[in-house]
């Protein structure tokens, strides 16, 4: 049986449905979130809003020929315009409006990223994703996959300490401390070695540690450091059911510019000089998110035909996912409605 019949397909979340810049001022587009359509406008301030698909009128898809008009999406169909609440506001036939609205999906946008919450029941938001200020950060270079998936399977990885080694070829992988829970929040600090090349050069075994941070099961971001150069990076992987089987995969990774890094080792000569450490910025980041990116695309291999195993046969030396496992079942209102699931089965099992 695969992991998308084992476990709920869709928990509740917030789910990245695009970046910034594919959605600009002016922009109608249709995304599948959880099995639904969901047509995604932003006005010509600036305000997104996300809503149904069918028009209340009489029912044309507004994400086909939908357009923007001022503070409103347009129906294509008769005209009506509707405000970023769903609210119908204008008719084109210069008449009242008919008292109906489109029915929102709550939206927010952090670090150049759009988020859309999800919930089974349509429930209100029950967390937040906190804000990030990205300044001192070059901009994010990003990467989209499409594979069979489920969100609470990829954002394992997150403690899933041996598979660090096997996978990726990390050396020596350990938790500093212990896995933090704080709600709909995950925290997990973890240190390993591995040899780095930068500039043309190889760095052997250089120590690495990594902040990892997940808020529902669609949100992880990691800072990593490695101490030694005095390097910084923030990592991003968002996970997005669309539908009972696919996910979408966002990645997206940035180093912290250059001279505002302590820089150590072999990179201390930069710091001494501006221009220099602006001339080789965009290598680091260009280096340093082709590793990201090949380390997720060896996740994958792995991802792709996996299983979800509700009691695993968990050995010292792996990480603590069965402590995961049980924080993730407050995404779910299987467990609540008491109908069973592969969650309440993994967490019998522990
Ligand atoms: S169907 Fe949308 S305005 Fe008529
Ligand atoms: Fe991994």
New binding site residues.
Partial sequence: MSSVLRLPPFPKGWYSIGFSDELPPGSVTTHKLAGRELVVFRTESGELSAVDPI?P????H?GHGGSVTGETLR??????LFGTDGACVATSYGTKPPKVRARTWSILENHDTVFVWFDPKGEPPSFDIPPLDMRSYVPLTRAKYRFRGHPQDTTENSVDIGHLTVVHGYERPKMLGDLREEGAALHATYEFYRPIGLFGKGFGGVRAEFDAHVHGLGYSFVEARTPALGLEFRYFVFATPVDEMDLELRIAGAVRKLETCDLKGPLKPLGFSRHAARAVEPLVQERSFRVFQSDVEQDFKIWKYKEFVPRPALAIGDGPVMKYRRWAEQFYDELVTGKGSGVAEAAAGS
Avoid: E, T, V
């Fill in positions: 028009c009128h009489l029912g044309a507004l129906c294509p169909f008769h005209g009506f």
